[in-house]
């Protein structure tokens, strides 16, 4: 868009940003995997029936990838923000969009472990302001328990285990099937985890896949249940809150 298509549309504009990471997945999934995950959920919106109406005034800015992800610095590939940059460049990024009249934000998140940071991004931009309305979203909060049984049933490891497992890697086989290299999706030796974090991290919880679970059952018609899910959950509460 030119800055004169932004001027006119600023009005009735919901802003879209969607965060992942640059981060480590596994031999089987490129490190862009929690980006791309939020993208294709966020493309899906506009080909959802009746979604018109929110698709029309969703815009999407220049993805936030470089998010925090330190849990992944033992293998290559991964990028990291410190957690206090995260939150001001998000915070940055919001009070630009608020200076220039856009004051409806959607945060789609693809990565757990830098959602403190942007939260914290989010409050800082909106402390004070009764005019504007953030919502920030990850994306597994709207996969509820009773779908997960019915997908995974006893084979389920988690959501702390999920990274690179059974849900990214069968979200990425219904979004980017070119981009995943099944016959690698081999998670090998899993260490038991640890009940405390502790500093550096020991090499000995670090599974030298990169999988904290393992992918075996993923599948893309499992991918495109829980895309589904999402962006089924998703498009009401967009309309409701920026009505």
């Not at 290299?181 to 500093?199: H, N, Q, S, T, W």
Request: glycine residues 10%; without cysteine.
């Amino acid at each position: 868009m030119t800055w004169k298509e932004i001027e006119a549309e600023r009005g009735e504009m919901i802003a879209l940003i969607v965060s992942g990471s640059v981060e480590q997945h596994g031999p089987h999934l490129p490190t862009g995997t929690d980006l791309y995950i939020a993208m294709g959920m966020a493309d899906r919106i506009a080909s959802l029936p009746g979604a018109g109406d929110v698709a029309g005034r969703l815009v999407m800015l220049p993805p936030l990838f470089h998010t925090y992800a330190k849990e992944s610095d033992g293998w290559r590939g991964t990028l990291n923000f410190d957690g206090n940059t995260l939150t001001l460049v998000v915070r940055d990024i919001i009070k630009g969009l608020f200076r220039q009249g856009i004051k409806k934000v959607v945060l789609l998140n693809g990565h757990l472990e830098s959602y403190s940071f942007i939260l914290e991004g989010i409050e800082l931009a909106a402390e004070g302001r009764d005019d504007v309305r953030v919502m920030s979203v990850n994306w597994w909060d709207f996969i509820g328990d009773e779908l997960i049984s019915e997908l995974f049933a006893d084979r389920w490891p988690g959501w702390v285990a999920e990274h690179a497992a059974l849900t990214e890697t069968s979200i990425m086989l219904a979004l980017y099937p070119d981009l995943v290299k099944a016959d690698l999706a081999d998670a090998g030796v899993i260490p038991k985890p640890l009940p405390y974090k502790i500093f550096p991290q020991p090499q000995e919880v670090r599974p030298p896949s990169g999988m904290y679970a393992p992918a075996e059952g993923a599948s893309a018609e499992i991918g495109e249940r829980l895309v589904s899910e999402v962006v089924k959950g998703l498009v009401p509460i967009i309309r409701e809150r920026f009505n």
